[in-house]
């Protein structure tokens, strides 16, 4: 994909397409890196990572949206650069190629962000924003270029101007992934929901009266659940073992995206926070 832009631009006259052929050129080492983090991340917990290796997600998702601001920062200098160097039109065939690019990149997009929710990926989900960046870059180069065929001369340099914009977009882009994984690395409260759907469930089980505390955290594509059990004060240890271990196999039955869940057992005089 970078080679057909850097050749279409190449020969079609379009700085703005040489610059997005840089863009796509960093989406092939992004997504070697989301591969092998995936990889990474989905072995099992062993003696030195006995939470997994489910952290190096948000790592890469970090590295991912350091490429992106690379290439929005690649397309600002060089349209900068284009928009004050007098040149040429581009060619009207570049929309053709423009168009194609477009379909292919939106469809890229749509099929990872899809895997990206199904597998709760942070760095899967910065990938797919990639192919939408590439995408966008593509359209502000196709609306850029099509203004500078219909509106002639003085108007060579618009689809610079257009990937100076949308290079604007992307790095708004950038936050919108960082912030979440952020959190993630941060065991930042970012799962009310899911909370709320694990209490709600727990009482379900017998023996368990209420939830007193709730802890969720995101580790890489799963969850860990810390949370506090009341049940009877007057019953056993050997009662309220059983009743923690039930509450656990239940719960990693009905939330399939919890990888372990660590119950503490309270006598029911607590109050229920």
């Known amino acids: 994909m970078a080679g057909l832009k850097y050749l279409a631009g190449l020969f079609g006259n379009s700085y703005a397409l040489i610059a997005d052929a840089i863009e796509s050129a960093t989406d092939t080492f992004s997504s070697i890196l989301v591969l092998l983090g995936i990889k990474y991340a989905k072995r099992p917990a062993d003696e030195?990572?006995?939470?997994?290796?489910?952290?190096?997600e948000p790592l890469i998702t970090f590295i991912v949206v350091g490429f992106l601001i690379l290439s929005a920062g690649i397309i600002v200098t060089e349209s900068i650069e284009n928009i004050q160097t007098p040149h040429d039109p581009p060619k009207s065939w570049t929309l053709y190629v423009l168009g194609a690019i477009i379909l292919w990149k939106e469809i890229s997009y749509q099929v990872v962000i899809r895997k990206s929710r199904e597998l709760k990926s942070s760095s899967l989900k910065a990938d797919a924003w990639h192919h939408r960046s590439d995408a966008i870059t593509s359209v502000a180069a196709f609306i850029g270029i099509a203004i500078a065929l219909v509106m002639g001369k003085g108007y060579e340099s618009a689809d610079d101007w257009a990937a100076l914009l949308a290079s604007g977009f992307?790095?708004?882009?950038?936050?919108?992934?960082?912030r979440p994984a952020l959190g993630e690395i941060m065991d930042e409260n970012m799962h009310e929901d899911m909370i709320d759907e694990i209490r709600a469930k727990s009482i379900e089980v017998e023996g368990v009266i209420a939830i007193e505390k709730c802890f969720v955290r995101k580790v890489g594509m799963k969850y860990q659940v810390d949370l506090h059990a009341i049940v009877l004060a007057e019953i056993s240890v050997r009662e309220g073992h059983e009743i923690s271990h039930n509450l656990k196999d239940y719960l990693l039955k009905e939330f399939p995206e919890i990888a372990n869940v660590m119950v503490h057992i309270e006598p029911n005089s607590i109050e229920v926070r």
Do not use: A, E, M, S
């Open 170 to 178: 992307i790095l708004y882009n950038c936050y919108n992934i960082f």
């Open 48 to 56: 030195t990572h006995p939470y997994g290796h489910g952290r190096i």
